[in-house]
């Protein structure tokens, strides 16, 4: 069953993160009346032609990945976060872009029982699936949010590379749904990233970010994500493994390949795998 206690404590973790991230962007509603897009290549290969269809955005942070798919991919957009900072930006930015896309706050777990609508596409990215403590309820959320002949994308990090920590030692378990819990939860990753973030004026903002909240994480290894969707009735249509990752450095040594993309340090073997995307779909 989802931990609920756990979650509780996230959604504080992330309510604080969340303003600390938000103060290295910049005017984001200027980046995206501008034109701009959060997205990479890989996500808008893989959800493709959905303008005009419905879509339901998990975990959908402060909404800039949203509002990119309403406005270049044409979706009609539904974010859900844990989150109440995050959703209070991600309407603000709505409004003050004008990209028409619905945000609620709720618990994905709480959405997939009390919701009864069905999307065209559902999608999730980044930095999610550590923060799902139960991946069976999660494909079953899934399954039963998508009409038949729906489709599920996910890009994420790789669960082998969060094996180590900032030094590449291996410290962290692959598999099996272990938590961890960080006493200072949901850091503040943008700053440490260091690149220009969405609207490439990185800021000072908030300095020294140390959460006040703690955060609990897990760790699923790629056969437990898939049987997850298996399990749920999902067909799997597509899988993939990268050597390079989107938008975040977690390490300081990593290479930087330019567009915000960061591959393994030179000193280290270089196919190792550091993203991971998927797609699968419900049979009609």
């Not at 190792?272 to 998927?278: C, G, N, R, T, V």
Request: with cysteine; aromatic share 12%; net charge negative.
């Amino acid at each position: 069953m989802p931990n609920r206690r756990q979650h509780e404590s996230n959604r504080l973790a992330w309510n604080e993160g969340t303003k600390a991230h938000n103060s290295h962007k910049g005017d984001q509603a200027d980046f995206f009346r501008a034109g701009g897009s959060t997205l990479f290549s890989e996500e808008t290969t893989l959800l493709s032609d959905v303008a005009g269809k419905t879509l339901l955005h998990l975990q959908c942070n402060a909404g800039q990945d949203t509002l990119s798919i309403a406005r270049h991919l044409g979706a009609r957009c539904t974010g859900v976060d844990i989150s109440d900072e995050a959703i209070r930006f991600a309407r603000q930015l709505s409004q003050d872009t004008g990209i028409a896309a619905d945000f609620l706050r709720a618990d994905i777990y709480d959405y997939f029982e009390q919701s009864e609508r069905e999307y065209a596409v559902a999608f999730a990215s980044y930095g999610v699936l550590c923060w799902l403590s139960d991946l069976a309820a999660w494909g079953r959320g899934i399954a039963n949010c998508l009409m038949p002949g729906g489709r599920f994308v996910l890009v994420d990090f790789h669960p082998a590379f969060a094996m180590f920590d900032e030094q590449w030692r291996l410290r962290y378990d692959f598999m099996g749904g272990v938590v961890y819990e960080f006493e200072s939860g949901v850091g503040d990753y943008v700053a440490l990233t260091g690149s220009a973030a969405e609207t490439k004026q990185l800021q000072a903002g908030v300095v020294d970010f140390v959460n006040p909240h703690p955060g609990f994480e897990y760790q699923w290894g790629i056969a437990e994500v898939i049987m997850a969707l298996l399990g749920a009735g999902l067909r799997l249509t597509h899988l993939r493994e990268y050597d390079h990752c989107n938008g975040f450095k977690p390490m300081p040594d990593m290479r930087e390949l330019g567009g915000r993309r960061y591959a393994m340090p030179s000193h280290l073997p270089q196919r190792i795998p550091l993203m991971f995307s998927l797609a699968a779909e419900k049979v009609v």
